[in-house]
């Protein structure tokens, strides 16, 4: 077991482990809290492939940002325990076909992927931000601008329905 | 034992480091408090603490000792789980963002079984260096909202959900007014930026970012003292309306480790202004005036001199023995540095790092002592309709600016 093989046995039970407590969690703020383990231990993934860039700007956006707005209007809404219901067998018996079905195709994907797909060098080697800013702005530059663009349209009917309140 | 020191070198260095500087810091935190109350205090007219030993200098002693043993009582109806957890997370992520600033350009003269020591605990070549402090700071928020949220009473919620609105606001700001420095640095890594501005090093003081990042420091500055919920920002804990706002509910040592939290991130700042803006451990002189080498040791040894008079002339016995203990220490240290060249060289980029990060925290205590608190709506719409216009303007500007030097400018 090297180091970076303990480490990332860590860092995905933390990630597994807070997604089911996500799903679990009778309060809304603790459900929030394990989608934020979740998106730290995904931050130590990325870190582990040697992906700095996308690790910082994961715990920024998705931890620091996005989360954080979950958890505003949780408090704002003031949101008490969730009742849980016994799950209905329309529900719970298509659900576990489902879910077995779900699974067994990415397990099948993975295993069949493996022998083809290289698994990330776990030398140490970082890739710097610099590679990566000039891939986004020479060879993806149009999905860049169209998903900055897609986000402008967000913000704008944002602000509409906003301003519609108002009048 | 040497074949398992050899083998593990790099982490018993690590493992030391983290030790001495959770040590440091934790000490520097506690005479920032003694700082704060004696400057404010003398700003007001008043002496601040002075039972506690000479000049009060024990007071953090007495404080650190009380804050252990005061009663810690759990509210009624909180949610226990975060409740508790609120002041860790808060402090052990205020003392992570320390371990991302280097201390020094220089590894240490001798070697731990090969391995360079650097000042530091992150490694000096981490490309992401400002990137991890922002999404270190980032999660941050969550001490503060969790510990309003958690404690189920009505003024810590109000507290928290000030925090994190206004964290979140002011977030922008802050990353976006540091975009200038980054792009006249071309580098996200801290020490990189200190290098970028030593490049006209005959400048000495006018070759730092602060002249063509102006803009970027008063937006950057403005911004992080938000963050760090510090006056004129500290509607989280206004105690005028919010009794002590998210902390109302905590007692004792978890009441502490907000406390800590709060001074460390104040010193992080002050770190990141010092090497973002202010040439981190560049001396202001010119490189070739190398007699201001000598400065370190001319200023302490007055210092010194001073200290032990003043103990000299002390009322108590203790006073008398403990100050000049001291003031011959630092006397004694400005000499030794005389005597020692190899060691004055050495300690130059520190002293000034030093110099200049204690000047940022006296700035923080200033404010304190002199502006007043911003009203909710105020705070809001300064930090959305002034700094976020500013800190985007000044990234158009530097890079504009930049530009047109590759075109027609030297290169």
Redesign the interface.
Known sequence: MTPQLVVFFVLAALAVIGAVSLIVQKHPIHSALSLIVVMVALAGLYLLLGAEFVAAVQIIVYGGAIMVLFVFVIMLLNAGVEEHTSISKMAGFPGLLLVLALAGFIGATIARAADTVQSAPQSGMLSSTRDISTKVFTDFVYPFELTSFLILVAILGATVLAQREKN | MTAFLEANAELIIILVKIALLVFIVLTANAYLTWFERKVVAHMQSRWGPHRVGPHGLLQPLADGVKFLFKEDPTPAGV?K??YHMAPLLALSLALTSIAIIPFGPNPLPWKFFGHDIYLGIAPPNL??GI??L???T??G??GV??A??SSNSKYP?LG??RS??Q??SY?LAL?MSVVGVLLMAGS?NLTDIINAQAKHSELGIFGWNIWPQILGFFCFFTAAIAETNRVPFDLPEAESELVAGFHTEYASFKFAMFFIAEYTSMITVSCLCTIMFFGGWLSPFPVSWTFTHYLPSLLLIPSGLWVIWDGMRYETLFGKILLPGVGTAIAGLGIGLILLPGVNEFIQPTFWLLAKILTFLFVYVWMRGTLPRFRYDQLMSFGWKLLLPVSIFNVILTSFVILARMQWGEK
Do not use: H, K, Q, R
């Open positions: 949610d789980f975060v490309n992401i990137l991890a922002f999404a270190i980032a999660l928020v969550y909202a969790l309003g949220w919620l928290g959900l994190s609105a964290m979140v977030e990353t996200f």
